[in-house]
């Protein structure tokens, strides 16, 4: 069982808007504002989106955004295109004890 | 260009002992933090340990606290993870990751990741 909960699956059209939740407690997500979160394509290494919460590395598409309300984080990608197609995981600080942790995962699906 | 390349891995018994290194390249790999983050196969992204850009602050997940140790050697640019005591829940493929920072555990994110490698826990 993973520290952080996403949902295993979302889906949407081209063009479309989704959002993908991150809950934690108020150990991790709730207490620090360094969540990341990453996209994977099959076989390939994970890449990071969004880091700090909202901030995007460079070379990474502003239709990707981050955001975190309480115990929450949420990744939203809209103009949803056929590429973004991919396996995305949140991260969060734990504290010194525990340091990082993932979420299970979120398979997004381009319809 | 920014590169890590893992090598070592394998195929190990239970309770034995691999070291597996990342080598650097296109960054000043001494000024950085350094992570190992694992993936079982058809699992999600677990991470593994952490060390500060000079190797004194060190850090673990608790499933590997104990038996795995993290290390560095800046003037090769190399990270290295030994990893003992290893059993079935160790078969993963092995990642290094760039932390943006130079002390964290990857925690404010981690920007350039290898292609990973393979270590099986099998007898």
């Known amino acids: 069982q993973s520290a952080l909960t996403q949902p295993a699956s979302v889906s949407g059209s081209p063009g479309q808007s989704i959002t993908i939740s991150c809950i934690g407690t108020?150990?991790?997500?709730?207490?620090?504002?360094?969540v990341s979160w990453y996209q994977q394509h099959p076989g390939k290494a994970p890449k990071l989106m969004i880091y700090e919460v909202s901030e995007r590395p460079s070379g990474v598409s502003d239709r990707f955004s981050g955001s975190k309300s309480g115990n929450t984080a949420s990744l939203t990608i809209s103009g949803l295109q056929a590429e973004d197609e991919a396996d995305y995981y949140c991260c969060s600080y734990a504290g010194s004890s525990t340091s990082v942790v993932f979420g299970g995962g979120t398979k997004l699906t381009v319809l | 260009e920014v590169q890590l390349l893992e090598s070592g891995g394998g195929l190990v018994q239970p309770g034995g002992s691999l070291r597996i290194s990342c080598a650097a390249s296109?960054?000043?790999?001494?000024?950085?933090?350094m992570s190992w983050v694992r993936q079982a196969p058809g699992k999600g992204l677990e991470w593994v340990s952490g060390?500060?850009?000079?190797?004194?602050?060190?850090y673990y997940a608790g499933s590997v606290k104990g038996r795995f140790t993290v290390s560095r050697d800046n003037s090769k640019n190399t990270l290295y993870l030994q990893m003992n005591s290893l059993s079935a829940e160790d078969t993963a493929a092995y990642y290094c990751a760039k932390g943006r920072d130079s002390e964290s555990s990857g925690s404010y994110g981690m920007d350039v990741w290898g292609h990973g490698t393979t270590v099986t826990v099998s007898s």
């Open positions: 108020s150990s991790d997500v709730g207490s620090y504002n360094l």
């Open positions: 296109g960054f000043t790999f001494s000024s950085y933090a």
């Open positions: 060390i500060g850009r000079s190797g004194v602050n060190t």
